[in-house]
């Protein structure tokens, strides 16, 4: 059951693929020394071209740190980003930034509020030199304009001037722009309204099957990730503790924590909802600056032995396709 697959070897037709993905940040802790806060701590995934991995977990598990390590936002402490093929772990970004975008969770603080619309899509055209001509350059930003949703008239005005949706969109509209192969979706629905939210979630959508974009999309909602996800990784304190095809996760998981998660996804039908039990967590999610030895989950895990204690658990894969990290999947299955 328990058969280990190296999570490095090359898929094919990967578009992204991270391998062994460290990002520390350096705390100083006294006058002499430092401490480091491992936010993201050995993981390893791969994203089909095409396709939509999303991420899912608490706030501060790394989510959001893995996305912009991955863009090198953030450079990397260990690790490599494989980008179709090529290492680019410590190449020049410029490059690959015309490829590769993201979509940042706040559309307000994420747009220059001196800007106009048109100024802030028209950005990284002139960045990249996409345009010959200011007649072209226009062109394509009323192109991008219209593909998120919004008019022409729009792009004379300021970021002040929109609702958080239309923020939003102008932020997609940017990260378009340049006609990317690649967008890390950074939480970019949690600001918004739920009423707005399946709007851009389903413009998402259409715009993936119209350019044939790929997404890491980062979010805490799993009922949101699965709808828009092929595959959903689940992170917890820095660490990769499940990845499966979304349905199987969603229906078959098994990571304790993972159940938990899940266990609190609100489901609309009030007799179904009486029936399901919630799983709660005892005690909150330990320190980064000094996360627990052998599995990071097991201070708060129902299931752990002595083992949790002092081995860490690696991501092994239970059934095609679907990984887990967990020393005591007998146990946790026999309890479901």
């Not at 304790?256 to 009486?274: E, G, H, K, M, W």
């Not at 709660?280 to 600056?289: A, H, Q, R």
Request: net charge positive; aromatic share 6%; glycine share 6%.
């Amino acid at each position: 059951m328990n058969r280990v697959k190296d999570m490095n070897k090359k898929p094919q037709n990967a578009l992204i693929e991270v391998q062994n993905l460290k990002q520390y940040f350096p705390v100083r802790s006294g006058l002499f020394s430092k401490k480091y806060v491992k936010a993201v701590d050995d993981v390893s995934f791969h994203i089909q071209r095409g396709e939509t991995l999303g991420l899912v977990g608490e706030s501060g598990c790394g989510k959001t740190t893995t996305g912009r390590s991955v863009l090198r936002l953030y450079e990397p402490t260990d690790g490599k980003i494989i980008y179709n093929g090529t290492d680019i772990t410590k190449v020049d970004m410029k490059p690959y930034r015309q490829k590769m975008q993201i979509v940042f969770q706040d559309p307000y603080a994420s747009l220059d509020p001196r800007m106009t619309v048109g100024d802030i899509v028209g950005e990284p055209i002139d960045i990249n030199k996409l345009a010959g001509s200011k007649k072209e350059r226009n062109d394509i930003i009323m192109e991008m304009l219209q593909r998120v949703g919004l008019s022409s008239e729009h792009a004379n005005r300021y970021p002040h001037e929109f609702s958080g949706g239309q923020r939003q969109r102008i932020g997609i509209a940017r990260a378009l722009a340049v006609n990317p192969e690649f967008i890390v979706c950074d939480e970019p629905i949690s600001a918004l309204d739920v009423s707005i939210q399946a709007q851009i979630v389903n413009m998402f959508e259409d715009l993936q099957e119209k350019m044939g974009l790929t997404y890491l999309f980062i979010a805490h909602d799993i009922s949101v990730v699965k709808h828009i996800s092929n595959r959903i990784g689940v992170m917890y304190l820095g660490k990769l503790v499940e990845l499966a095809d979304s349905h199987e996760l969603v229906f078959h998981n098994v990571h304790p924590y993972t159940r938990s998660l899940i266990s609190a996804v609100p489901i609309p039908d009030p007799a179904s909802s009486r029936k399901r039990k919630r799983i709660i967590l005892d005690g909150d999610v330990p320190s980064p600056l000094n996360p627990p030895s052998g599995c990071r989950f097991r201070t708060r895990c129902p299931y752990a032995t002595e083992r949790c204690k002092t081995e860490e658990p690696k991501l092994t894969e239970i059934s095609n396709g679907h990984y887990v990290a967990c020393h005591n999947l007998d146990k946790v299955t026999a309890n479901s």
